[in-house]
């Protein structure tokens, strides 16, 4: 499998590529600000050809150039129904703290949109990616959740490496050592704090979170240490990712 990401933008949004090996399909997930000349350098690197943009969340700072790649390669953009309308009206999610991020620019949808569906698994580029509604930073947040195959080899002496890793990418809902923002319109932090001990906690320690800022993470790391978290109780349900 091929993961491949950087931080984009003057919000340092990270956008991912995935593929499952050189040469092959992929997908980009959160195409920000200034995102779309390093997904071109990437895609030629390793010889790859984009199949989809997938959108954790309708905010500007993942969005900005979703638009532009889509079009470039006859591709369609994916994003919850609930977040859909900031694409073409990206102020909905901002208010008026950071209307002048904007300022006098016009944005679109792609040529080519398809709504998530909550639960519901996308096939794309050989690979298959969970999606669950997280709703809190906005009401259309998703994760996207992947299993990548682990080399026999590389396993600790004496133990027996899991077949997959669960791999999450997170959007704005999680981060290392902290959670996404709920000031903005549409968010909700007792929602945003349900999501999270509903959809991310039950995931095994070993899941490698990569968020939509900052460093990579784990489940265990963030249910140990992230303040965040630290008062979350109720029931935790079983998660998803095929764990």
């Known amino acids: 499998?091929?993961?491949?990401?950087?931080?984009?933008?003057?919000?340092?949004?990270?956008c991912y590529l995935l593929a499952t090996e050189a040469g092959s399909e992929a997908v980009i997930v959160d195409p920000g600000q200034d995102a779309a000349v390093r997904v071109r350098e990437l895609l030629a690197e390793h010889d790859l050809?984009?199949?989809a943009v997938l959108l954790t969340h309708g905010h500007l700072d993942h969005t900005w150039n979703a638009a532009e790649l889509?079009?470039?390669?006859s591709i369609p953009a994916y994003i919850h129904p609930a977040d859909r309308p900031m694409l073409a009206d990206p102020g909905r999610g901002l208010g008026r703290a950071l209307e002048s991020v904007i300022?006098?620019?016009?944005?679109?949808e792609p040529e080519k949109v398809v709504d998530f569906v909550d639960g519901e698994d996308v096939d794309l580029a050989g690979i298959r990616i969970s999606v669950d509604l997280a709703p809190g930073h906005t009401q259309g947040s998703v994760l996207l959740g992947i299993e990548v195959p682990v080399d026999a080899e590389s396993g600790h002496q004496g133990e027996a490496p899991p077949e997959v890793v669960p791999v999450c990418f997170s959007g704005d809902v999680l981060f290392a050592g902290s959670i996404g923002r709920t000031d903005l319109p549409g968010g909700d932090h007792q929602q945003l704090l349900d999501s999270i001990a509903a959809r991310l906690l039950p995931?095994?320690?070993?899941?490698q979170v990569l968020p939509g800022h900052g460093p990579q993470t784990s489940i265990g790391a963030e249910r140990a240490g992230n303040p965040f978290l630290a008062d979350i109780s109720g029931t935790v349900k079983k998660g998803r990712y095929g764990l």
């Open 1 to 14: 499998m091929l993961i491949t990401g950087f931080a984009a933008g003057m919000f340092q949004t990270n």
């Open 49 to 51: 050809t984009p199949v």
């Open 70 to 73: 889509c079009d470039e390669y």
């Open 103 to 108: 300022g006098t620019l016009e944005f679109r």
């Open 203 to 207: 995931l095994p320690d070993h899941t």
